[in-house]
């Protein structure tokens, strides 16, 4: 918490001055470090698995920081559990990745009655007051989605396919997570608006490879036909094409089966680069150089924004190259 920032810092600069009346010290100690704790959804994607590490990396002792980290395993309640816990050892900063957009109003009274500022990252959250967090950084998931869609549109053009059918089966991440709340929302409203786009089936993958090729492959012993996968994210993506693969369907470039995935990690540019996915729409997990940076603006007492968003773009066969996979880091 701030005060204990405060005293830390006072005998630093006490030490500094006793010192300074004896001899020489040829190496002054470093700065207090910065205690941040960290509350993570869990392990459940190569997308959180980057985005964890990119933490871990730029909140290092090296850079500075004290990191107290905690893997919530994709349950709420220990996300409270290790919020309550970052309060009771005084840590200066909380970051959090929320599983859900909702009930975190009890939970942050509590932080900000201890006097720690609270960063949001990835999800966005929901509360009565939005003085409970700090700032927010992440991704604009309506706009990834309208990528996505405005893609399909023009292709479906070129293809000279406007006034067909077109089936797309939608498979969807954890309910209640803005990524899908918002991917979700841009695919409807392109429906809504489109007369001959359906919807026919929206899966429950959770961004998770394994459930999604349970339930692609459950769903294609239906016999239902569709033109387009809208995948919510790469680690689904994977699972279902599985299932098509074992189920002989072709997909990608030249396939039966247009392709559309989020996230853009290197395994799924790779599918792209090779013909079977079509587009690739980036969700940029490297937050720990702008969440550290956030943390350095407010210690300086600089004002911030409330809501940052990441550079991203989108990916398809036409401008990938080998290069640009090989640099990715994720």
Not at 58 to 80: H, I, P, T, V, Y
Not at 132 to 151: P, R
Not at 210 to 237: C, H, P, Q, R, W
């Amino acid at each position: 918490m701030k005060t204990r920032r405060i005293l830390s810092l006072v005998l630093f600069l006490l030490f500094l001055a006793s010192c300074a009346g004896n001899a020489p010290n040829t190496e002054d100690p470093p700065p207090p470090l910065i205690r941040v704790g960290f509350s993570q959804v869990g392990s459940e994607s190569d997308w959180r698995l980057a985005n964890t590490k990119s933490m871990t990396n730029a909140l290092s002792e090296e850079n500075g920081f004290e990191l107290l980290f905690d893997n919530a395993r994709q349950k709420q309640e220990n996300q409270f559990l290790a919020i309550r816990n970052f309060i009771q050892q005084e840590v200066d900063y909380i970051v959090i990745a929320p599983i859900s957009e909702y009930g975190w109003d009890s939970v942050l009274t509590e932080a900000r009655d201890a006097g720690i500022p609270v960063i949001i990252m990835d999800r966005q959250i929901q509360v009565e007051d939005d003085s409970l967090y700090t700032c927010w950084i992440g991704s604009d998931f309506y706009n990834e989605g309208k990528i996505a869609v405005n893609w399909l549109d023009d292709q479906l053009a070129l293809q000279k396919r406007t006034d067909e059918d077109i089936n797309i089966l939608h498979i969807q991440g954890t309910d209640g997570a803005t990524a899908q709340l918002m991917r979700t929302k841009a695919l409807e409203d392109a429906v809504a608006e489109r007369e001959h786009w359906n919807i026919v089936a929206q899966l429950k993958g959770e961004y998770t490879e394994a459930k999604t090729y349970e339930l692609v492959s459950e769903y294609l012993k239906t016999g239902e036909s569709f033109d387009v996968i809208y995948s919510e994210n790469d680690n689904m993506t994977f699972g279902a094409l599985r299932a098509l693969n074992e189920a002989g369907i072709t997909h990608g470039r030249y396939g039966e089966v247009t392709v559309i995935t989020f996230d853009a990690v290197r395994e799924a540019l790779q599918y792209c680069l090779n013909g079977k996915i079509d587009l690739c729409v980036e969700c940029n997990p490297l937050h720990g150089p702008r969440v550290a940076d956030i943390i350095r603006r407010l210690e300086r007492g600089d004002s911030l924004s409330k809501k940052n968003y990441m550079e991203e773009i989108s990916f398809s066969f036409s401008t990938l190259t080998p290069e640009i996979i090989n640099a990715r880091e994720y």
